[in-house]
């Protein structure tokens, strides 16, 4: 029987571990301390370290898609403001934690999509679930006629995206949140401007 919140923990541990040190830095041991769980528990609840990275990658991804949705399905505000919203929350974890960490998924992407199939295949479709919200709150701007008719929101929500993660990486390496900042202000001044 799979008690999930031993299971749970361990992918929590183990998400905030690899997070800052990466996947092949990581060791199972270094989680289940962290965790508080016996050395067997881990072959319990998962395969192997890649069966266990790809249920990571899930649980970074559950953790985006819950925070956009949530923004998408408010109706309070315009939906150019909720999308800014989302990003400026991401802004401020961020700065909070000194423009250190970077995106998870992007993290993972640079270290692990040359060398592991698996990763690479559920990295390209976590991707994509990260820019469905994005287009829909994209979607709802036009319909709203914030935004041209024209405008391909399947493309501008893969070049948002495409450009967050650009911005992370530079992030990491100024270590500080300049490049966030003007990707928040070339995308919502500039590019989609009402």
């Not at 990466?22 to 962290?34: C, P, Q, R, S, V």
């Not at 990275?53 to 150019?80: C, Q, S, W």
């Not at 405008?151 to 530079?170: C, Q, R, V, Y």
Request: aromatic share 10%.
């Amino acid at each position: 029987m799979i008690h999930k919140n031993t299971r749970l923990a361990i992918i929590e541990q183990g998400a905030r571990i690899m997070h800052k040190k990466g996947f092949n830095n990581t060791g199972i041991k270094e989680i289940l301390d962290a965790a508080n769980v016996p050395k067997g528990s881990f072959y319990h609840y998962f395969k192997n370290k890649e069966d266990f990275g790809l249920n990571i990658l899930d649980h970074y991804a559950r953790f985006f898609v819950t925070k956009a949705e949530t923004l998408m399905n408010e109706t309070g505000e315009p939906p150019l403001k909720r999308l800014k919203k989302l990003f400026d929350e991401f802004l401020d974890f961020f700065e909070h934690n000194d423009c250190e960490l970077g995106c998870p998924i992007g993290n993972l992407s640079q270290e692990m999509a040359d060398l592991n199939p698996s990763f690479r295949i559920k990295l390209d479709k976590i991707f994509q679930m990260m820019r469905h919200p994005v287009k829909k709150m994209l979607d709802q701007t036009v319909q709203r006629g914030e935004l041209s008719d024209f405008l391909d929101t399947h493309e501008t929500a893969e070049f948002i995206i495409n450009s967050w993660e650009g911005a992370l990486l530079k992030m990491k390496v100024q270590k500080r949140s300049d490049a966030l900042r003007l990707f928040e202000k070339m995308i919502f001044e500039n590019f989609l401007k009402q």
